[in-house]
């Protein structure tokens, strides 16, 4: 079983910046593909991004490309989301997800094994 933790969340104005983290545990990080993805009042949970085992392969959403950045640290057992020029429509929960059963970069929520409680992330205009 993994546990996912996530933390950095929180209210940031427009323009602005936050670093979430996802801390695993529970087996080996780097045979775990990584993902972020949020879910907004009212809508359906979407991907943002996600993250190979190594860290050698990466993919973004359109609406985040060129703003966020995932990236991990095998040695740490932990995977990140730096969250740049933050917009009012970025805001909702976000969630990590860990994945077993592929090699790459999942983008659908089906992929993905296990689950975090997810943070908030609220930007203001």
């Known amino acids: 079983q993994v546990q996912l933790v996530e933390s950095g969340g929180g209210l940031v104005q427009a323009g602005g910046s936050l670093r979430l983290s996802c801390a695993a545990s529970?087996?080996?990080?780097?045979?775990?593909?990584m993902g972020w993805f949020r879910q907004a009042p009212g809508k359906e949970r979407e991907f943002v991004a996600g993250i190979s085992r190594s860290g050698g392969s990466t993919d973004y959403a359109d609406s985040v490309k060129g703003r966020f950045t995932i990236s991990r640290d095998n040695a740490k057992n932990t995977v990140y989301l730096q969250m740049n020029s933050l917009k009012p429509e970025d805001t909702a929960v976000y969630y990590c997800?860990?994945?077993?059963?592929?090699?790459?970069?999942?983008?659908?929520?089906?992929?993905?094994?296990?689950w975090g409680q997810g943070t908030q992330v609220t930007v203001s205009s």
């Open positions: 529970g087996r080996t990080f780097s045979s775990l593909a």
């Open positions: 997800a860990a994945g077993i059963r592929f090699l790459l970069v999942g983008v659908r929520s089906t992929e993905y094994d296990y």
